[in-house]
C-alpha cells in the first residue's frame, strides 16, 4: 500500500520504472536486430558497436544458405494452425457446457482443469515420451499437436467461459423457442458473440506453439523440426556463428509479432473479458 502511495505522490516514479523496465525489456531485442544487419567482422570487434555501421544482409542470406528455418518454419505454422483450430472447437463446446448446460460440479472441474497447469511440463517429459513411443506418435504432426492441445485447452476454456457466462440466458432461450439445437445455438450465436475470447484464444494457442522447445526438441527429428528447434540447432558445441543465430532469431520472431500488432486490440479485449467474466 505504502508503495502505491508514493507513486501516487510522485507520478515521475512510475514512469521511471516503467521506463527501466522497457529498457531491461526491449534492449535485449534492440541488440538481435541490429546485430543480424552487421557484418561478420563488425560483429566480432571489440567492443562492440551499437548501431552497424553499414548495413548489411550477410547474415540473412548465411540463413537462406543455411536452409533450416524455412522448412521449420512451414511445419511451426502447420502446428500453430491445427493446435489452434482444435483448442477454439474444443474450448468452445467445453465452455459452453460449464456456463450454460446445467450439471454437478462445474465449478469444480474448470478450478481442476486449472490446478494441471501447475505442473511442470518437464514432469511429465518422460510419461509421453514413452507413452507416444509406444503409440507410435513420435516425430509425428498429431503427436505433438496432441500435446498441445492438452496443455492449452484448460486455459482456453477458462478464457472463453468467461465470455460465454456473459451472454444473457434470454438469448438461448430464445434460440431454443425457434428451435436450434445445441450444436447450432453453440456455433451460429453464442460463438460470434464471444468472438474477443476466441480470438484471444487463437493468439495464444499460436504463439504458445510458435515459441515451445521442451517436447518439440525431444519428441519431432529430422524435418519435423519447429522453429525453436532449428535455432537452438545452430547453437554449436564449441563455437557459434552469432551473426546467423541472431538474424535467424529475428526472422523467427516476426510472425508472431505481427499477428498480434494487428490483432493485439482483440487479445487484449479477450483476456479482460475473461477476467470480467
Known amino acids: 500500500m505504502s508503495a502505491i502511495v508514493r507513486i501516487r505522490r510522485f507520478p515521475w516514479l512510475g514512469a521511471v520504472v516503467l521506463g527501466l523496465v522497457l529498457i531491461g525489456t526491449l534492449l535485449p531485442v534492440y541488440w538481435m536486430v541490429a546485430s543480424s544487419f552487421k557484418t561478420s567482422a563488425e560483429l566480432s570487434r571489440i567492443p562492440a558497436t551499437l548501431w552497424p555501421e553499414s548495413l548489411s544482409l550477410e547474415q540473412f542470406t548465411k540463413v537462406f544458405e543455411e536452409g533450416s528455418l524455412v522448412p521449420a518454419t512451414i511445419q ?112 451460429r450465436i453464442v460463438m460470434p458473440m464471444a468472438s474477443p475470447g476466441i480470438a484471444a484464444v487463437a493468439i495464444w494457442c499460436v504463439i504458445g506453439c510458435w515459441s515451445e522447445l521442451l517436447f518439440a526438441l525431444v519428441l519431432l527429428s529430422g524435418e519435423n523440426k519447429t522453429v525453436p528447434v532449428s535455432l537452438a540447432g545452430l547453437i554449436g558445441e564449441h563455437s557459434t556463428d552469432q551473426g546467423l543465430l541472431l538474424a535467424a532469431a529475428t526472422l523467427a520472431a516476426l510472425p508472431p509479432l505481427i499477428l498480434f500488432f494487428f490483432l493485439q486490440k482483440y487479445f487484449t479485449n479477450g483476456l479482460a473479458g475473461a477476467v470480467k467474466g
Do not use: C, M
Not at 460465454?164 to 438461448?172: D, Y
Open 76 to 187: 511451426s505454422i502447420t502446428i500453430a494452425i491445427f493446435t489452434t483450430f482444435f483448442v477454439v472447437i474444443f474450448g468452445s463446446a467445453a465452455a459452453y457446457a460449464v456456463t450454460h448446460l446445467r450439471f454437478r460440479w462445474t465449478k469444480s472441474l474448470l478450478s481442476l482443469s486449472l490446478v494441471t497447469q501447475l505442473l511442470p511440463q518437464a514432469a511429465t517429459l518422460v510419461p509421453i515420451f514413452i507413452l507416444w513411443t509406444k503409440l507410435g506418435l513420435v516425430n509425428t504432426l498429431p503427436g505433438i499437436v496432441l500435446i498441445y492441445v492438452a496443455f492449452q485447452l484448460p486455459v482456453a476454456v477458462w478464457i472463453i467461459s468467461g465470455h460465454f457466462s456473459a451472454i444473457p440466458r434470454e438469448v438461448l432461450e430464445a434460440a431454443n423457442v425457434d428451435g436450434s439445437g445445441t450444436v447450432r445455438t453453440l456455433v
